[in-house]
């Protein structure tokens, strides 16, 4: 998988006014990659992210994956790319409520027509990876949030997508929670080969990665 960006830019509205988020930004990602992406509040590290995914449209510039250009995507085409394509870390986990951890690791590939019995045996195998055999049928109200954690780094890589995108993976852990799901996330990164970007505020975090940027001014800067 590579990812190129070129010349891209975003603004919002902000009253009467046009607030540069973006600005000529670059960006190429290799296979097997995993790059941090830090930078201040409000420098556009989750505008960039929306962008990647598709949840937003740029004002202008071009993006493309294996060189597919995605300017001419509809939604239909964003949402199958981003099913088969794209797994999710945030910061506040977002598993689903009343789905057990096994059933939150194996949405991914239900998602794409695989079915409940496999999808399962691919979360249970990837939950033992991650030391959570014992939560399998747990609900995520009775995990604490390293775990529910883990169960979000397993759903996002359940499914080998292209490109895992982590936004502040360990940011509402403490230190030394955060270390142990930080190790894991590495571990399963590195044995997968797997193309991360992981946008952090974290000086640890970033410099376990191979190419460390930093967004300012609305571009992307070797760090």
């Known amino acids: 998988m590579t990812?190129?960006?070129?010349?891209?830019?975003?603004?919002?509205?902000?009253?009467?006014?046009?607030?540069?988020?973006l600005e000529d930004?670059?960006?190429n990602l290799q296979d097997g990659e995993i790059v941090a992406v830090i930078g201040e509040s409000g420098s556009g590290k989750s505008t960039l992210l929306s962008l990647l995914a598709g949840f937003e449209t740029p004002d202008?510039?071009?993006?493309?994956?294996?060189?597919?250009v995605t300017r001419e995507w509809d939604e239909k085409r964003w949402s199958e790319f981003r099913k088969r394509s794209l797994g999710f870390v945030f910061q506040n986990y977002h598993l689903i409520p009343y789905l057990t951890a096994?059933?939150?690791v194996g949405l991914p590939l239900r998602l794409t027509?695989?079915?409940?019995?496999?999808?399962?045996?691919a979360g249970e195998k990837l939950l033992r990876q991650l030391g959570l055999a014992q939560r399998a049928d747990h609900l995520p109200n009775q995990m604490s949030g390293g775990e529910s954690q883990r169960v979000a780094i397993a759903r996002a890589l359940v499914h080998k997508p292209s490109l895992v995108l982590a936004d502040e993976p360990t940011g509402s852990l403490d230190a030394r929670?955060?270390?142990?799901?930080?190790?894991?996330?590495?571990?399963?990164?590195?044995?997968?080969k797997q193309t991360a970007l992981i946008v952090t505020h974290s000086a640890e975090v970033a410099a376990r990665?191979?190419?460390?940027?930093?967004?300012?001014?609305g571009k992307l800067w070797p760090s």
């Open 113 to 121: 027509g695989v079915a409940g019995e496999e999808a399962n045996a």
């Open 60 to 68: 202008k510039g071009s993006m493309s994956w294996n060189g597919d």
């Open 102 to 104: 096994v059933e939150n």
């Open 3 to 21: 990812l190129s960006m070129q010349g891209l830019a975003k603004s919002f509205k902000q009253g009467d006014t046009q607030l540069k988020i």
């Open 177 to 192: 929670t955060g270390q142990t799901v930080l190790d894991l996330l590495f571990t399963l990164l590195t044995e997968l």
């Open 25 to 27: 930004l670059e960006l």
């Open 209 to 217: 990665c191979h190419r460390v940027l930093t967004l300012r001014q």
